[in-house]
T-cell receptor, first 112, second 114 residues
Framework: QKEVEQNSGPLSVPEGAIASLNCTYS??????FFWYRQYSGKSPELIMS????GDKEDGRFTAQLNKASQYVSLLIRDSQPSDSATYLC????????????FGQGTTLQVKP | DADVTQTPRNRITKTGKRIMLECSQT?????MYWYRQDPGLGLRLIYY???????NKGEISDGYSVSRQAQAKFSLSLESAIPNQTALYFC?????????????FGPGTRLLVL
């Protein structure tokens, strides 16, 4: 069983809509989660990190963490064609190890 | 200049050849990682190092070896390359201080083994 799971998509949304990306994880001890964006052929770049239950907002991006249900999500408001990329969810294998497990990524397509 | 650099950026080699991929960082981080990425499989950890004297295997270390020459340098070697090692390879660094372990990635090396 994979420890971090994402729907590979593609998820297609029209420009200006809200894109919702979801991720589930199996390790209840995981404390911190990360969302990375990866354009085709490029390296992953960090968008958001979240460590506490609830929501964390940064511009058009909101990360949500629900530890009881073991899921983390990323909302992108006012989606733009430039948001079209693969979004990787990552969580620690266990606390304080420094090792991350990555989901397989969800491909987002924002159509003009 | 980029904080995390990888050389070469692209490499074509033949089965059985030994090759080395290099990673350098100017972020001052102690922790460094090597990942490979294959379509549909996400990022998988090959090796990681928490300091110069600490080297650890990741989930897919068979067929690979690493060397941590200095805090800023971490090299990945394929002793005898095989075609299923064709992939995109990323180096990453992280800083153990603070909350969480944000990792910062290099630009990647695209490797083709014929």
């Amino acid at each position: 069983q994979k420890e971090v799971e994402q729907n590979s998509g593609p998820l297609s949304v029209p420009e200006g809509a809200i894109a919702s990306l979801n991720c589930t994880y199996s390790d209840r001890g995981s404390q911190s989660f990360f969302w990375y964006r990866q354009y085709s052929g490029k390296s992953p770049e960090l968008i958001m990190s979240i460590y506490s239950n609830g929501d964390k907002e940064d511009g058009r991006f909101t990360a949500q963490l629900n530890k009881a249900s073991q899921y983390v999500s990323l909302l992108i408001r006012d989606s733009q064609p430039s948001d079209s990329a693969t979004y990787l969810c990552a969580g620690p294998i266990s606390s304080n190890t420094g090792k991350l497990i990555f989901g397989q990524g969800t491909t987002l397509q924002v159509k003009p | 200049d980029a904080d995390v650099t990888q050389t070469p950026r692209n490499r074509i080699t033949k089965t059985g050849k030994r090759i080395m991929l290099e990673c350098s960082q100017t972020k001052g981080h102690d922790r460094m990682y090597w990942y490979r990425q294959d379509p549909g499989l996400g990022l998988r950890l090959i090796y990681y190092s928490f300091d110069v004297k600490d080297i650890n295997k990741g989930e897919i270390s068979d067929g690979y070896s690493v060397s941590r020459q200095a805090q800023a340098k971490f090299s990945l070697s394929l002793e005898s390359a095989i075609p299923n090692q064709t992939a995109l390879y990323f180096c990453a660094t992280s800083d153990a201080t603070g909350e969480g372990e944000t990792q910062y990635f290099g630009p990647g090396t695209r490797l083709l083994v014929l």
